[in-house]
């Protein structure tokens, strides 16, 4: 897509000619690499009240490591399987524009 054609002319492209794939998979990708990053503490929180309610006292520190740890060890593989998600989507659309003028229209 060309880069002076702006995400709203796109949009209304229905012949889909032109390619926004890059700019919504961009803000798409920002989006929940902050939620990710901002829910992690939320989410390490809930479990260590949550656990904290449930166990009795003594039989919570293991729960607790595993929370602590598990978490954001968690949270850093659900980043690292989002950006390959879309390195992968980003690679299938570069290979679409690359491969456009290859194509062979067939003689009525």
Known sequence: MNE???LARG???FKLKKYISRQVIA??????????IGATPFVTYAGYKEGAKNYPEG???????LIIVGIPVLAF???IML???????IAIVN??????GLRVTPKE
């Open 4 to 6: 002076e054609t702006g």
């Open 11 to 13: 949009l209304v492209d």
């Open 27 to 36: 803000s798409v990708y920002t989006f929940f690499f902050f939620f990710i």
């Open 59 to 65: 039989t919570f520190q293991p729960i607790l490591a």
């Open 77 to 79: 593989g659900l980043i």
């Open 83 to 89: 950006r390959l998600y879309v390195e992968r989507y």
């Open 95 to 100: 290979t679409a524009e690359n491969t456009e």
